[in-house]
């Protein structure tokens, strides 16, 4: 059990709800994460083998090599044009922006028309972002949130999202005996420890489940509901219809809106009780990309079928990009290869659990891998 002075910010929590009730899953997922002070995202570097999870980029150079390919690529359907911002959300170490500008560099005029903006709010991940794409001698800026990113007119935006959207808040809805009731947390009054509860059914938690599921759904039934994540889709769709441009979601999830409590926490690369530890843990849950795809159309953009992360690199080129990497390699280093390669691409590992949703402008040339077209 955490004693009150280990953990500030799990007091704080307990003494929101002490003043106004019980709060809803994206208000403590804000302040587990974006406390100002204590947040989990504020105060530390959460990447990489000495962190408490490891991504796509850190697993091997071939993943960020062929996101910068793909937007290299797309950049020139789009008529190659000379001035282009290529922003990432949620950026970690820069580790896959270093990788994809590396990648880039023989790409004729490419390098020279990219402007690199960067969505986020870890003053200790600028500092890393910043050390890692100094060598290429591009200019970069920082901002809080997409929608701060000043829009220019007749520049079009290319924008990457690895594992972004699942550190988003969401909100969780319970079915009841007669309709659907928000899930909240609270404090148990005898142990005095956060808790989930049930709020009251509304005619409002039941609109926010699609008209699609209600009919299936059964008593106890939970549907997970991330409005960031539906804004920021929408922002950028706008953004790409106003100026051309494409968006590249990678993230782990589910292809289809669908019922299931996905909340998890992770510390140091094990799941961990999600209430325990506020701020010091990593909350994510599984991102809705029917819902992102939506969000998108319903603003003007088009998206392709969701595809699985291994089905995309395989279309990039992956495997012919290890055995490239092989050639000159020793044996350990060919194996060390091989074991990434799998762990990417691989339907028991990353390969299926992780999808893939691109999107683009109205008036944009499809970019590369668009399977299924929609909008």
Not at 184 to 203: I, K, M, S
Request: with cysteine.
């Amino acid at each position: 059990m955490t004693e009150p002075s280990a953990n500030p910010l799990l007091e704080h929590i307990k003494r929101r709800i002490s003043l106004s009730g019980p709060i809803t899953i994206a208000d403590f997922m804000n302040e587990a994460l974006a406390h100002p002070e204590y947040g989990y995202y504020r105060k530390q570097d959460p990447f990489g083998r000495a962190g408490d999870f490891i991504t796509a980029p850190e697993i091997s150079q071939m993943f960020g090599e062929l996101i910068g390919l793909w937007a290299a690529v797309s950049w020139q359907q789009m008529g190659g044009p000379s001035k282009i911002d290529l922003v990432e959300l949620g950026p970690g170490r820069g580790t896959l922006m270093s990788d994809a500008l590396r990648a880039v560099r023989n790409v004729p005029g490419f390098s020279d028309a990219i402007t690199v903006r960067f969505v986020e709010t870890s003053p200790v991940l600028r500092t890393h972002q910043q050390t890692s794409i100094m060598p290429y001698g591009i200019p970069a800026t920082w901002h809080e949130a997409f929608d701060d990113i000043p829009g220019r007119a007749g520049v079009p935006t290319i924008v990457i999202g690895n594992e972004f959207f699942d550190a988003l808040p969401i909100r969780q809805f319970e079915r009841g005996e007669t309709g659907w009731a928000e899930r909240l947390v609270g404090v148990d009054a005898e142990g005095g420890e956060l808790g989930f509860v049930r709020g009251r059914e509304t005619p409002v938690a039941d609109a926010l489940v699609p008209a699609t599921l209600r009919g299936t759904a059964k008593k106890g039934d939970i549907f997970e509901s991330c409005g960031p994540a539906i804004a920021i889709a929408d922002q950028i769709a706008r953004r790409l219809n106003d100026n051309g441009g494409a968006a590249l979601f990678i993230d782990y999830g589910h292809p289809h809106s669908a019922f299931g409590d996905t909340l998890q926490a992770v510390k140091a690369h094990e799941y961990h009780p999600v209430l325990n530890q506020p701020g010091d843990v990593d909350l994510t849950a599984h991102v809705d990309f029917a819902a992102i795809s939506r969000a998108m159309i319903e603003a003007g953009a088009r998206t392709g079928a969701v595809l699985t992360q291994g089905t995309f690199l395989v279309m990039l080129g992956i495997e012919q990009r290890a055995e490239l990497l092989k050639t000159d390699a020793s044996e350990d280093q060919a194996k060390a290869i091989d074991q990434a390669l799998s762990r990417l691409i691989a339907p028991d590992q990353m390969g299926t659990l992780f999808k893939v949703l691109i999107g683009y402008g109205a008036t944009t040339t499809p970019p590369p891998c668009i399977s299924g077209a929609e909008g």
